[in-house]
């Protein structure tokens, strides 16, 4: 039996490895015997199990992190907006539009793969795609309406990354209701249209073994109106949040929920029925933002949100930078996931997050690219704690519901990071990995013991060295639901690959 009750395949349908070292739960175990059953998911875990019929695997093994937040097709900008006229996210959001009109799908395409391999080689095995470039052009359309959907999926399927994919209701031009204009007219997509979107391709997507979830791109994008009608689609139903810190005020990520789940010791997957996928929304990103939204509709952003949408469990507030105190203190009890892209909200100048209170009120956050000015876990976390401090001026430890980060592996800085990108990435995205553990998929990076960032380490001092030991890169093995992806550092097509992205990026003209 498998550990949700159901029938495990036969013995001789699974694959198995033998890991020298495994994080297992917060500990390191040693000679740990993993068998992966057809599906790709942990059939069988035995530490100190039998080496007969296994693959041995070297080095230290740990979960692959979670990219909860990313725009691909940004991943060909990088580098290109960072001219003097930019200024500002307002100003590089114009360079981002011009940057749009030049891409074909076969270009959307090629850049999805080159991001994903890169992503897979530094550790990240699943990428929630917040998904907005949905038409060509001019904003008319494709024949097959998700033609940019099911590019991304083909793009995922050649790198081999677990994919979570989120087609963004994008409606309007601004919190006054304004028109799309310009580039914006590639984005337009109303609910109704996601909804048809996530009917007409949800076949293709579970085939792949890929998710599908929500995406309301902001409330400048999004009407008043549609948000509140957003649970008719996503499940739920409004409700007024305790800005005085009611419900589950304090609980931290390892007290139970309501629901029985932990959030320390691994993640849940989000309910795969009706209105069990995950949803997510650029929220409170710039001061400007928070401004507008008092001047038009009486609330802080983050506030207006939760009094407004069914927002709980399932959602992540990708940002949040401008949070207030009480709109931290609901997101901390709602439940919603912080989406946080430390690189890219300091390469546009969006600010800080609050990240010492709201871990303290017990919020989960979760971590992402955005828009691929960095590519690696370690450095978005490193940057996230460096951030903390800074705003703290303290080195003093992040503190989790009023007490430090855990123990065993996690009991460090760097494991405490960790932690949260792995349980609160994977709810996140209702994507059930991010712990070694019987029924979960079979998601593995797997760190070079003798690199020079890890050599000699032991306990949570391998995983704070993997975080905060410069930004070279140990990881040299990478598994994505049983099957290996990176070996050696490699990725088997990176070269046909890069290829193609070089191809795409001189087509369509993109040198600044």
């Given at each position: 039996m498998t550990g949700n009750g159901e029938m495990s395949p036969p013995a001789a349908l699974r694959r198995a490895f033998r890991?020298?070292?495994?994080?297992?739960?917060?500990?390191?175990?040693?000679?740990?015997?993993?068998?992966?059953?057809?599906?790709?998911?942990?059939?069988?875990?035995?530490?100190?199990?039998?080496?007969?019929?296994?693959?041995?695997v070297p080095g230290w093994a740990v979960p692959g992190v979670p990219n909860v937040?990313?725009?691909?097709?940004?991943?060909?900008?990088?580098?290109?907006?960072?001219?003097?006229?930019?200024?500002?996210?307002?100003?590089?959001?114009?360079?981002?539009?011009?940057?749009?009109?030049?891409?074909?799908?076969?270009?959307?395409?090629?850049?999805?793969?080159?991001l994903y391999v890169e992503l897979l080689k530094v550790g990240f095995t699943c990428v929630g795609e917040f998904h907005y470039l949905h038409r060509p052009p001019g904003g008319g359309a494709y024949a097959d309406p998700a033609e940019m959907s099911r590019r991304i999926l083909a793009a995922s399927r050649t790198a081999g990354i677990g994919l979570v994919h989120m087609p963004a209701v994008y409606e309007t031009g601004g919190l006054g209701g304004e028109p799309l204009e310009g580039?914006?007219?590639?984005?337009?997509?109303?609910?109704?249209?996601?909804?048809?979107?996530h009917e007409e391709s949800a076949g293709d997507f579970s085939a792949a073994g890929a998710g599908l979830g929500w995406a309301l791109h902001s409330l400048r994008a999004v009407s008043a109106e549609s948000v509140g009608r957003v649970g008719e689609f996503v499940g739920g139903s409004p409700r007024a949040a305790d800005f005085g810190g009611g419900r589950e005020a304090g609980?931290?990520?390892?007290?139970?929920?309501?629901?029985?789940?932990?959030?320390?010791?691994?993640?849940?997957?989000?309910?795969?029925?009706?209105?069990?996928?995950?949803?997510?929304?650029?929220?409170?990103?710039?001061?400007?933002?928070?401004?507008e939204c008092l001047d038009r509709r009486g609330?802080?952003?983050?506030?207006?949100?939760?009094?407004?949408?069914?927002?709980?469990?399932?959602?992540?507030?990708?940002?949040?930078?401008?949070?207030?105190?009480?709109?931290?203190?609901?997101?901390?009890?709602?439940?919603?996931?912080?989406?946080?892209?430390?690189?890219?909200?300091?390469?546009?100048?969006?600010?800080?997050?609050?990240?010492?209170?709201?871990?303290?009120a017990g919020g989960r956050?979760?971590?992402?690219?955005?828009?691929?000015?960095?590519?690696?876990?370690?450095?978005?976390?490193?940057?996230?704690?460096?951030?903390?401090?800074?705003?703290?001026?303290?080195r003093a430890g992040l503190e989790v519901g009023g007490r430090g980060g855990g123990g065993g592996a996690f009991a460090g800085a760097g494991g405490a990071l960790l932690a949260h990108a792995w349980a609160d990435g994977c709810r996140a995205l209702g994507w059930e990995a991010g712990e070694v553990k019987i029924g979960r998929r079979a998601d593995v990076a797997v760190l070079e013991a003798g690199h020079p960032a890890l050599v000699g380490r032991e306990g949570a001092a391998v995983l704070d060295s993997w975080v905060f030991s410069g930004s070279d890169n140990p990881v040299r093995d990478v598994m994505v639901a049983g099957g290996w992806v990176v070996r050696g550092g490699r990725h088997e097509r990176e070269e046909a690959v890069a290829r193609a992205?070089?191809?795409?990026?001189?087509?369509?003209?993109?040198?600044?």
């Amino acid at each position: 039996m498998t550990g949700n009750g159901e029938m495990s395949p036969p013995a001789a349908l699974r694959r198995a490895f033998r890991f020298e070292r495994l994080l297992v739960k917060d500990r390191w175990a040693s000679d740990v015997r993993v068998e992966v059953d057809v599906a790709g998911r942990i059939a069988a875990l035995e530490p100190g199990g039998a080496p007969n019929g296994c693959e041995a695997v070297p080095g230290w093994a740990v979960p692959g992190v979670p990219n909860v937040h990313g725009h691909s097709f940004q991943r060909a900008l990088a580098g290109l907006a960072e001219g003097r006229g930019p200024d500002s996210f307002w100003s590089w959001r114009e360079v981002m539009y011009a940057f749009l009109e030049r891409l074909t799908p076969d270009d959307v395409e090629a850049i999805a793969a080159q991001l994903y391999v890169e992503l897979l080689k530094v550790g990240f095995t699943c990428v929630g795609e917040f998904h907005y470039l949905h038409r060509p052009p001019g904003g008319g359309a494709y024949a097959d309406p998700a033609e940019m959907s099911r590019r991304i999926l083909a793009a995922s399927r050649t790198a081999g990354i677990g994919l979570v994919h989120m087609p963004a209701v994008y409606e309007t031009g601004g919190l006054g209701g304004e028109p799309l204009e310009g580039g914006q007219r590639r984005f337009r997509l109303d609910l109704e249209g996601a909804a048809r979107m996530h009917e007409e391709s949800a076949g293709d997507f579970s085939a792949a073994g890929a998710g599908l979830g929500w995406a309301l791109h902001s409330l400048r994008a999004v009407s008043a109106e549609s948000v509140g009608r957003v649970g008719e689609f996503v499940g739920g139903s409004p409700r007024a949040a305790d800005f005085g810190g009611g419900r589950e005020a304090g609980r931290s990520p390892g007290t139970e929920t309501g629901d029985g789940d932990a959030s320390a010791g691994g993640a849940r997957a989000a309910p795969t029925g009706p209105g069990g996928m995950p949803v997510h929304i650029h929220v409170a990103e710039q001061e400007m933002e928070v401004t507008e939204c008092l001047d038009r509709r009486g609330a802080r952003p983050v506030e207006w949100l939760l009094d407004n949408a069914p927002v709980d469990e399932r959602w992540c507030l990708v940002h949040a930078t401008h949070a207030g105190p009480e709109e931290i203190a609901a997101m901390a009890a709602c439940g919603a996931v912080a989406g946080l892209c430390p690189t890219t909200e300091a390469n546009l100048g969006d600010g800080l997050f609050p990240l010492e209170a709201f871990a303290r009120a017990g919020g989960r956050f979760a971590i992402g690219t955005d828009s691929h000015v960095s590519r690696s876990p370690v450095e978005e976390l490193r940057l996230l704690e460096y951030g903390r401090r800074l705003a703290a001026k303290s080195r003093a430890g992040l503190e989790v519901g009023g007490r430090g980060g855990g123990g065993g592996a996690f009991a460090g800085a760097g494991g405490a990071l960790l932690a949260h990108a792995w349980a609160d990435g994977c709810r996140a995205l209702g994507w059930e990995a991010g712990e070694v553990k019987i029924g979960r998929r079979a998601d593995v990076a797997v760190l070079e013991a003798g690199h020079p960032a890890l050599v000699g380490r032991e306990g949570a001092a391998v995983l704070d060295s993997w975080v905060f030991s410069g930004s070279d890169n140990p990881v040299r093995d990478v598994m994505v639901a049983g099957g290996w992806v990176v070996r050696g550092g490699r990725h088997e097509r990176e070269e046909a690959v890069a290829r193609a992205f070089g191809e795409a990026v001189r087509r369509a003209g993109m040198r600044g």
